[in-house]
């Protein structure tokens, strides 16, 4: 018995000197797109993307983040509305540089500041929002 009891507490403490760090899923992917400007994500589209989407891929924490991007057309209800984000029609990597990494939550929010930043490497505008006030 007292065998038994040391080979299984020798196996649990062997299990846990060689155990990994966890493992990440890089299966699931959330993507998280804003609306641009349309734009042609190809010269043989007949159709514009109107959304551009993005998830981190890597980063460092000190200099550098590299972005998968891609370009996406509008899904569309039976009214012809759009009702969100479709088909990728363009997709790429994107890294910051190091100058706009230092900047990353200074001059913009936090969550559209790379969004901002693969616009401008690519071309890609975003819309300008209009407010109504209202006149007496």
Same mark, same amino acid.
């Given at each position: 018995? *007292? *065998?038994? !009891?040391?080979s299984?507490?020798?196996?649990?403490?062997?299990?846990?000197?060689?155990?990994?760090?966890?493992?990440?899923?890089?299966?699931? *992917? $959330? !993507?998280?797109?804003?609306?641009?400007?349309?734009? *042609?994500?190809?010269?043989?589209?007949?159709?514009?993307?109107v959304?551009?989407?993005?998830?981190a891929?890597?980063?460092?924490?000190? $200099?550098?983040?590299?972005?998968?991007?891609?370009?996406?057309?509008?899904?569309?209800?039976?009214?012809?509305?759009?009702?969100?984000?479709?088909? !990728?029609?363009?997709?790429? $990597?994107?890294?910051?540089?190091?100058?706009?990494?230092?900047?990353?939550?200074?001059?913009?929010?936090c969550?559209?500041?790379?969004?901002?930043?693969?616009?401008?490497?690519?071309?890609?505008?975003?819309?300008?929002?209009?407010?109504?006030?209202?006149?007496?």
């Amino acid at each position: 018995m *007292k *065998k038994l !009891i040391l080979s299984l507490s020798l196996a649990f403490a062997f299990s846990f000197a060689n155990a990994q760090e966890p493992v990440i899923d890089t299966l699931v *992917k $959330n !993507i998280v797109a804003v609306r641009i400007t349309p734009v *042609k994500a190809s010269f043989q589209d007949t159709t514009l993307s109107v959304f551009l989407g993005a998830y981190a891929i890597s980063d460092n924490l000190k $200099n550098s983040a590299t972005f998968y991007w891609c370009l996406m057309l509008p899904a569309k209800d039976s009214t012809g509305a759009i009702i969100g984000a479709g088909q !990728i029609t363009n997709q790429g $990597n994107y890294t910051m540089t190091a100058a706009q990494y230092s900047a990353w939550c200074n001059s913009q929010p936090c969550n559209t500041y790379p969004f901002t930043c693969i616009a401008q490497a690519y071309g890609l505008t975003f819309p300008t929002t209009t407010s109504t006030t209202n006149r007496k």
